[in-house]
């Protein structure tokens, strides 16, 4: 018993460092899990009328209900999509704060999913005479997931080519099952995230300083 003692002290301490580290991750993964069980979407499809309070959508947003950016991204269509984005979610935001820490971490994926969306929803707008969404409403953090995916990306030694190929799949994804708001948006947001990492510093500096405060 004492002999164990030690290692489990040594794999609490290692959990709870990991906990604080990725705080931003866990944070976000709570409010999800919270969000969507108040929704009941943990066990059935998010009902209609949820839908049409909380998410995103044209029509609410150019009548100024900014807060749905906000309340839109953490709400899920039903439990495999839960499942899904909470997954998505934990990996793509997890990797970012590891990278750029959680401060930066936050701005950035607030900051290109609402931006994503806004320059979706204006698309929406100027397509009216060719396919009318904007009585359509949408939920999910996948927009701010794929501009991090982007963000990561512009650092990879072989980024053009899987940026490319990213493009393509959401391309053969709205070919073979579309879904126009969610694939736009994903296209947008990873157009936008990985301009943004062209244009920014890479983030072993920030990682490395990190490290030696944590040290």
Avoid at 48 to 65: C, E, Y
Avoid at 83 to 88: D, K, L, T
Wanted: charged residues 15%; contains cysteine; positive net charge.
């Amino acid at each position: 018993m004492s002999a164990e003692a030690p290692g489990l002290t040594r794999a609490g301490a290692k959990i709870m460092a990991t906990v604080v580290r990725l705080r931003f991750t866990a944070l976000f993964l709570a409010v999800m899990v919270i969000a969507n069980l108040l929704a009941g979407t943990l066990w059935q499809p998010l009902p209609h009328r949820l839908l049409a309070a909380w998410g995103i959508g044209f029509d609410p947003v150019l009548s100024g209900d900014l807060f749905r950016l906000i309340t839109g991204t953490f709400l899920s269509h039903d439990p495999d999509m839960f499942v899904r984005q909470i997954i998505f979610a934990a990996l793509v935001i997890g990797h970012t704060e590891l990278q750029r820490g959680g401060v930066r971490t936050a701005a950035f994926f607030f900051g290109l999913d609402i931006v994503g969306t806004l320059i979706l929803l204006a698309c929406v707008g100027w397509a009216v005479g060719i396919a009318d969404l904007t009585s359509h409403y949408d939920v999910g953090m996948s927009i701010g997931g794929f501009g991090l995916i982007g963000l990561a990306l512009a650092g990879w030694r072989g980024k053009w080519l899987v940026f490319a190929a990213i493009l393509l799949a959401i391309l053969a994804k709205f070919n073979i099952d579309p879904d126009p708001l969610a694939d736009g948006g994903h296209a947008i947001a990873l157009m936008l995230g990985f301009v943004l990492g062209l244009a920014l510093k890479p983030p072993q500096r920030h990682r490395s300083k990190e490290v030696g405060n944590a040290g």
